[in-house]
Each structure stands twice: as C-alpha cells, then as structure tokens.
C-alpha cells in the first residue's frame, strides 16, 4: 500500500483487507514500516521492541524477526524507534532492498504480503516500494488526492529504476462520498487517467473510526455491516489484481 500522502486509506485498507484475507484461509504477513506504528495500534499490539521491527533487517541485513500473531493473521510491527533507520540506511549500501531479499527466505510460509508504508518518500518507503511485487495505492476523492499523483508518478518512475518489473496493480478511490459533487467529479477524473481502479470505498466514517479504537479488524468488530461489506469488495478487487485466489463469503 503506497501514497506518499497521509490520510489516503494506508493503514486501514492494509488491515482490512489483510484480515479478509487470513479469514479467507489464507496466509498472511503485514509489514508495518511507519515508525508512528498506526497499524500496530490498531491491530492492539503495544510494547513493542525496536528488534521486533523491520530495522534489523534494513540497517543490519538480518532476517525477518519473529512475527506476532494477531487475529488469525502475522503482523512485522513498528515502533518510534524504526525512525532511526531513515539516517542509517542512507549510509549502507543495499540497505533498500534488504528488505525484499528477507521476504525472499520465507516465501513458503505466506500466501500474501502487504507492507504498510510510511506517508512519505524516505528511505522506509524506499524499502517497501522495492520489495513489493505490486504497488495499490490509495487515492482519496479529494483535491488533494488529484494534487499528490504527480508525486506518485515521479517516485514510481524513480522505483523503476531499480525494480523495472514494478508496476501499480491497483488505483483505489477511497472517502468517498456518492452525495458530493465534488467526490463525483474527482472520481470521474481518476477513472479517466488512473488504471487499473478499483470500486471506490464509501467514507462511513463511524465504523472505521470506531473498529480502530478497539483495535480489531471490521470484520470483528462489526461483521456482516454495510463497511465489512464494502471491505469483501475491495479484497475481491485487490485479489483479481494482484493473481490471489479470494473466495468471498455470504454477508
């Protein structure tokens, strides 16, 4: 999940449609590589250790640390500390693709993983880009969803560089709002330059809002609801996507 720019639906769909997916019957990793740790609080995991993180993979090429298991699924967490990592890659040479080369070691424990990127275009954003094998971005109906695609499209091109098989599998308009004019518009502008994309995701804030205080899944939280709806939908939509095999079940 990559938008350099916060807000967009990073961490939310990350969790989301991660947790769809385990409960799928699938195996899957989460990697969360934002060092303010959203996905890691939202998921109830505290107390959290530097050592438990991405860093020693990425500073100190070690392998993957062990993985907490929550809520059927595996969670890489983050924590304040992984900031640290920014300086110190920059000083290593290889450290950005440290991470894709330890994905590589456990590729027969997991069906699919999603990493969590930061909102920037730092070195941990770096880090997740290239050991990703398909990009979704997030793209909020807003003005400043249109505003950060030049952005998008400047580090993609910059990705591919390095990782010239790169590519985006999946647009997703996310906040939306079928009642807004506005919302209407600049969905049809991100339909019309924006492809592959996915059916937009209804903001009904109060549930999103509310699972993520409880830190558990929607489909915990309030299963068979019109946003556990709405999150089936875009699991399907990312799995046609990326090649995973979803069997949606009945709401």
Do not use: C
């Not at 934002?34 to 109830?44: E, M, R, S």
């Not at 969590?116 to 979704?136: E, F, H, N």
Request: charged share 20%; aromatic share 4%.
């Amino acid at each position: 999940m990559f938008n350099h720019a916060g807000g967009a639906g990073k961490t939310s769909l990350t969790l989301n449609v991660g947790h769809e997916l385990a409960t799928s019957g699938l195996r899957v990793l989460l990697i969360d590589l934002d060092p303010q740790a959203n996905l890691t609080g939202w998921l109830g995991v505290t107390g959290v250790q530097r050592d438990q993180t991405v860093y020693p993979v990425a500073v100190e090429g070690l392998p993957l640390p062990e993985p907490i298991r929550v809520y059927g699924l595996d969670l890489l967490p983050a924590q304040v500390g992984l900031a640290v990592a920014e300086g110190q890659m920059m000083g290593r040479v290889g450290a950005q693709g440290r991470l894709r080369r330890a994905l590589q070691d456990v590729t027969d424990r997991y069906d699919v993983v999603m990493i969590d990127s930061p909102p920037s275009l730092g070195q941990l954003a770096i880090l997740g880009a290239l050991a990703a094998d398909r990009m979704i971005v997030p793209v909020p109906t807003r003005q400043k969803g249109i505003d950060a695609l030049p952005g998008l499209q400047g580090a993609f091109a910059e990705y591919r560089e390095v990782r010239p098989d790169l590519t985006v599998a999946l647009y997703v308009p996310t906040l939306y709002d079928a009642r807004r004019l506005h919302d209407r518009e600049v969905l049809a502008d991100l339909e019309q330059h924006l492809s592959p994309i996915a059916t937009p995701v209804p903001q009904r804030e109060a549930v999103w809002l509310d699972s993520t205080a409880q830190g558990a899944p929607v489909g915990v939280y309030a299963p068979g609801s019109p946003v556990h709806s709405d999150i089936k939908t875009l699991t399907a939509d990312v799995a046609r996507a990326v090649g995973l095999t979803y069997a949606r079940s009945p709401i």
